[in-house]
């Protein structure tokens, strides 16, 4: 992991699990696998604060925990896992897409699950349930079958996954052999000692047999003693529900996909026009589940079978749709290619490709937001053309040379453009070397990448700096508030509260506007670079796979 | 440098675009600027209805994160000074992992952490706690409460001899321990002392509290 990776990580442990997590996550993402001992040794923390760390760090996916090197015997060693760290930025887009797709109850069984970490199904269903009983009127409540139909509908579409099972010491599972889904899979003796991904479990995405009757709970106001045993009665009953040790996780991959067939859509919307995104949304619905993850492109769908899935909306005629399919492959971007004639023709989506001219298109954006609209042609016409000389460049942007030759040593300066020798003789004398300019797109994806992480590191540095610089202040108002409310609660007349109220002198009020003002400017910030970080992660990590 | 005395480079070639005779931009003696000035101002960010509710996500998830179990605060800072009310106000912050249930068949053997509640309650309710000083005071003060408690728990079994089948005794230590809890928490028994809690307020956090009340004079 590089040092801005870490760095970043680090800041968002600490938002979200505290000083000592980050601590002992930044610890063991510098130094790779070490054992219990080595962590409280070089941490300097107590043996109980790093045990609980790393509970919650494994409880959250983030860690992960093998045999020792020397063989069975050893310690067990701590992995972390730098890359799922580095997710906790996207969690508010996780929660609003499972919001758009499966209504108030996914989001909160999403919400649920990502603030848990590795929760049983029963647990999620109740809580949820409370939740939103919370929020509805008087004397309604949910009932949990509506809760569980909506998380049996996650874990069909893929979005929710088993935890992988864990064996004694770490060992791996292994890939259990189908068992009654109500029994939580025992681990079998193990002979690899490879940690086990949640794929290679082939129960990943069944069900258990869960036995949930019953209706949100609202939560009672403390009103005397009585009521409140009570409430801690309820609580503690901890009734089995048949899905004891089967714990399930959000599955990240999956929302990814999600992110990058919008992300495919929306460009060829802006591209071509509303009907042939749809036609490619149609494309992309239809190879879900059966496209793995990191595949080229999605199996061949014929033209037939795109007709009949098309919208109710969109009753185009027949040949039209065939016009369609050929502008799109015609297209230069390449999004949608042909794959064969059967059928009335085979289509297939290019994800790698598509993937290649997002971030293609970022990394232009990027140069032209930074530099300029004249350096950004420069830069396109270097990724378009490969190699150019410097005279070449000069013909092929119709920029003056001395203009020209600044904005390239400019770009050169940022490591946005390499210059590459080819000598002519072998002692590579200057007056006898050609030097080309060119651009790799992906080394300069990867540079612009680590910068994105620095940019967010910076983003969050100056909130939490914002937000300690006015921290009494914050707190003055967090009382107020307190006070205020529950007055109102209480019943206090308009007179009390506007005395309550002007407890803060408008100077203060105005100060807290700002801070205010600031902090969602900078989450918002925030949340705008973590779009940048995914087109160009999954471009990267596309590559790497072919 | 080669060619002491000449002053060519190692490569001004035409190709490279640098004619002989031009001027060069003068060479950087000092690291960039940190802050340099930007030539173009950034474009401003997308707003819209999506961009809020995803940071008001983004904030209440943050907010949640605090209160939950997961979030581990580190003993308090130490004081400039030792204050004798220190002794006593250790206890109050021993929360922490208490109502968070792991299931340490998951975990590494190595990670589990024994802390069992002083033997008021007659059973041991495995879960992570907190430092060994905090545990030593709590059995102390369990010795003397057991006689309370044995009372409580007689009444406590009265009450629910109704109650229904399996999982009663777990109910019952944990009620107890409810019980426990709450007694614990009231500010007379707390560390052996005579005195309330409030006794060792030490005046720091004076000013805080709300002046609904302006008819008395504050002395």
């Known amino acids: 992991m590089t040092a801005q990776e870490i760095c970043l990580c680090g800041l968002l442990l600490r938002e979200h699990f505290g000083e000592v997590v980050e601590k002992v996550g930044t610890h063991l993402l510098r130094s790779g696998a070490q054992n219990l001992r080595t962590i409280v040794h070089e941490t ?279 016009q369609y399919l050929t502008l799109l492959v015609d297209d230069p971007m390449e999004f949608v290619g042909k794959a064969g004639e059967s059928g009335g023709g085979m289509f297939v989506v290019n994800l790698h490709k598509a993937l290649a001219n997002l971030a293609r298109a970022t990394l232009e954006s990027i140069v032209q937001e930074r530099f300029g609209s004249r350096s950004a042609r420069i830069f396109r016409l270097l990724l378009r053309k490969r190699h150019l000389e410097q005279k070449q460049v000069e013909d092929f942007a119709m920029i003056p040379a001395k203009e020209a030759k600044d904005m390239l040593y400019t770009l050169l300066s940022h490591n946005l453009v390499q210059l590459q020798e080819i000598p002519k003789t072998p002692d590579f004398a200057p007056s006898r070397t050609f030097y080309l300019y060119t651009v790799n797109q992906l080394p300069t994806a990867r540079m612009l990448l680590q910068n994105c992480y620095k940019t967010v590191a910076n983003l969050i540095e100056r909130r939490l700096f914002e937000t300690k610089e006015n921290k009494r202040l914050l707190e003055k108002s967090q009382r107020i508030e307190a006070i205020l409310a529950s007055l109102q609660a209480s019943g206090a007349e308009p007179e009390q509260l506007s005395e309550v109220e002007e407890m803060i002198s408008a100077p203060e009020k105005q100060q807290l506007d700002v801070l205010r003002l600031h902090v969602n400017k900078l989450d918002s910030a925030e949340n705008q670079v973590d779009e940048t970080i995914f087109i160009l992660e999954s471009y990267i990590s596309s590559t790497s796979a072919s | 440098m080669a060619g002491r005395g000449r002053r060519t480079m190692s490569f001004s070639v035409d190709s490279v675009g640098i004619s002989r005779g031009e001027t060069l931009p003068p060479a950087v003696q000092q690291p960039t600027p940190v802050f340099p000035v930007m030539e173009q101002k950034p474009l401003p960010l997308t707003g819209g209805e999506e961009a809020e509710y995803l940071t008001a996500l983004k904030q209440d998830f943050r907010g949640a994160m605090r209160s939950l179990p997961c979030f581990i605060q580190p003993a308090a800072a130490h004081r400039d000074v030792e204050r004798y009310s220190d002794k006593y106000h250790l206890s109050e912050k021993k929360d922490g992992l208490t109502d968070w249930i792991i299931d340490w068949k998951r975990f590494p053997k190595e990670l589990r952490v024994h802390i069992s509640k002083p033997p008021r309650d007659g059973g041991a309710l495995t879960c992570l706690g907190g430092a060994p000083a905090g545990q030593k005071k709590k059995k102390k003060v369990g010795e003397k409460e057991e006689v309370l408690l044995k009372l409580e728990t007689l009444e406590k079994k009265e009450e629910q001899e109704s109650s229904e089948e399996e999982g009663e005794e777990k109910k019952k230590q944990k009620e107890e321990e409810a019980e426990a809890e709450e007694e614990y928490d009231e500010e007379e028994f707390e560390e052996e002392t005579d005195y309330i809690m409030s006794y060792f307020d030490n005046g720091e956090d004076f000013g805080g509290d709300s002046d609904d009340n302006m008819d008395e004079a504050i002395y």
């Not at chain 1, 848990?116 to 929020?135: E, F, I, P, Y």
């Open chain 1, 44 to 322: 300097n923390l107590s043996v109980d604060l790093v045990k609980k760390c790393l509970c919650v760090l494994v409880q959250h996916g983030a860690c992960s925990f093998t045999v020792g090197r020397k063989g069975p015997g050893s310690p067990t060693e701590y992995h972390a896992c730098g890359e799922r760290i580095l997710r906790v930025l996207r969690y508010s887009r996780y929660i609003y897409t499972a919001k758009t797709l499966y209504g108030d109850t996914g989001e909160l069984i999403i919400e649920e699950l990502l603030q848990r970490g590795h929760v049983t199904m029963s647990s999620t269903v109740k809580t949820v349930a409370d939740r939103l009983t919370q929020n509805m009127e008087e004397g309604q409540s949910l009932d949990y079958s509506e809760v569980s139909s909506t998380f049996s509908k996650l874990v069909e579409t893929h979005f929710l996954q088993r935890c992988p099972p864990v064996g004694a010491a770490g060992t791996s599972g292994g890939a259990a052999p189908a068992e009654a889904p109500a029994t939580p899979a025992a681990p079998a003796a193990a002979a690899s000692t490879a940690p086990p991904t949640a794929e290679s479990f082939p129960e990943c995405y069944t069900l258990p047999q869960v036995t949930l009757t019953g209706r949100g709970k609202r939560q009672l106001v403390p009103e005397d003693g009585e009521d409140q045993r009570n409430a801690k009665r309820a609580k503690m009953t901890s009734e089995s529900h048949g899905d004891e040790g089967i714990y399930w996780q959000v599955n990240f991959e999956r929302f990814h996909q999600y992110f990058r067939d919008q992300a495919i859509i929306s460009a060829v919307a802006n591209k071509m026009d509303q009907t042939s995104s749809e036609i490619v949304r149609t494309i992309l619905r239809m190879s879900e589940v059966t496209t793995s993850p990191t595949a080229t492109c999605t199996k061949p769908l014929s033209t037939n079978e795109i007709f009949r899935s098309l919208p109710a909306s969109y009753n185009i005629p027949r040949h039209i749709l065939d």
